[in-house]
């Protein structure tokens, strides 16, 4: 599927290193010719003899090193390249990048190319959040650079979050799905509204009402959309994730700010997704001040949110709206009835006490169901994998006419 195609991979130096010969591997059997660069420190974690033997090729380590007197090297390899991966990227590579500095053989060839370039980050969870690499990054991004996002798990470091290099099938999909549609992304020209996490309603300045979402399918969701081109606002309640790269963030807290930022954003959306857990019911009265524990029962009388996603549905005009239904029972049942009484044009049904569905997990089991019946039941999968899908289904449902310049 990359037959021919010529990939320069750029490997600098962290953990993940040993990941990067795996995608040396991975690049190789898919057809394309690779060769590698590797940074000093890239060396320290994996001998230059392994991606050789992988990509059969010497690897390029020293600028200096011009074994051919016919040509210089790193002028030589930049123009072979078809496109460059760097992979893994770290947080000083990114930086020099940014800068445009050129002190090495890699970063030296990536000046000197007019290839694209993808860049894969790989770094601890702190590193990736810094406000410096965040700045790095999007500089690189408005300069036309193109990024994998780092998934979460398990880090080397020993915490848990996201910087891990993504894994090298996926890698290799991302450049296959480039060199198939180079010209523009599924949602190139799309403008994507996202809805992520819970509400939280106010008692008290210390007490509030809230639910158990993580806001880690709607983030995974706002991602993907980048990812597939699409101009992507994100609307979230308070969660503890990172924001996604390329992203405009929008933080509420309560329904009726979610409410507010949603009619907001909603002349402008061509595809509107609400995957927030929204609080149905709110405190009639929120306390200006800590309320004191009295004896007996406490009473607090609640009273209706507003149903964001009705009142989007009463508005449609040429949106795509996507809602979600969060059930226990009777999953598809009570899902069609919401594709109805809140005028939808597809739901993502989660029946949230499934193993590995619903709050919080990083998995999740549902079945995308189309206003005219049609309904896609899927298997356990990642969060990050079902977003894909969701974004695939819906972007059937687009009117085509609606391209934007
Ligand atoms: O965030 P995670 O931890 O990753 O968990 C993901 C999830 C379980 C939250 C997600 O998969 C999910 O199911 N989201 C919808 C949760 C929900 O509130 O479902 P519901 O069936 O109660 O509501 C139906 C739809 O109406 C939802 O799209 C919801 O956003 C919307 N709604 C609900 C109430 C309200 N006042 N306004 C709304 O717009």
Not at 251 to 264: I, P
Request: proline share 4%.
């Amino acid at each position: 599927m990359l037959q021919s195609k010529n990939i320069l991979l750029g490997v600098s130096g962290g953990i993940a290193v040993y990941k990067a010969a795996a995608l040396t591997s991975k690049l190789v059997q898919a057809g394309a010719n690779v060769r590698v660069i590797m940074t000093e420190s890239a060396r320290e974690f994996v001998s230059p003899l392994t991606f050789q033997a992988l990509s059969r090729h010497e690897v390029y380590v020293d600028t200096f090193k011009e074994n051919n007197p016919k040509v210089i090297a790193h002028i030589d390899v930049a123009d072979w390249a078809d496109l460059i991966l760097v992979a893994p990227a770290t947080a000083h590579t990114i930086g020099k990048m940014a800068a445009g500095l050129a002190d090495d053989m890699l970063t030296t060839t990536l000046l000197a190319s007019t290839a694209p370039v993808w860049i894969a980050p790989a770094m601890n969870v702190h590193m990736y959040d810094h406000p410096a690499v965040k700045r790095n990054i999007r500089t690189l991004y408005e300069d036309g650079y193109r990024f994998i996002e780092p998934s979460e798990g398990y880090l080397a470091c020993g915490y848990i979050g996201k910087g891990r290099l993504e894994e090298p099938e996926k890698i290799v999909e991302h450049i296959r799905a480039f060199f198939e549609e180079p010209k523009s992304l599924p949602l190139s020209g799309k403008k994507v509204v996202v809805t992520a996490g819970p509400t939280r309603e106010v008692i008290d300045p210390v007490r509030f009402f809230t639910n158990r979402s993580s806001g880690k399918m709607g983030y995974a969701i706002a991602e993907a959309a980048q990812q597939m081109g699409a101009d992507v606002t994100l609307i979230s309640g308070p969660v503890s994730l990172t924001e996604p790269n390329h992203v405009h963030v929008v933080h509420v807290e309560s329904a009726e700010d979610m409410y507010q930022a949603a009619l907001a954003e909603y002349e402008e959306a061509d595809l509107f997704i609400k995957s927030a857990a929204v609080a149905d019911y709110t405190p009639v009265t929120s306390y200006p001040h800590k309320m004191k524990k009295q004896d007996g029962a406490l009473e607090i009388e609640f009273t209706r949110t507003k149903d964001i996603l009705k009142e989007l549905g009463k508005r449609k005009e040429h949106q795509v709206l996507v809602g979600f239904a969060a059930e226990t029972q009777d999953v598809e049942y009570y899902a069609k009835k919401k594709i109805e009484s809140k005028h939808l044009d597809m739901i993502v049904a989660n029946n949230v006490t499934k193993e590995g569905a619903g709050f919080a997990t990083d998995t999740n089991v549902a079945a995308i169901i189309k206003a005219d019946g049609t309904t896609k039941e899927l298997p356990m999968m990642s969060k990050k994998d079902l977003a894909f899908e969701i974004l695939k289904e819906a972007k059937q449902l687009l009117p085509k006419e609606r391209d934007r310049a």
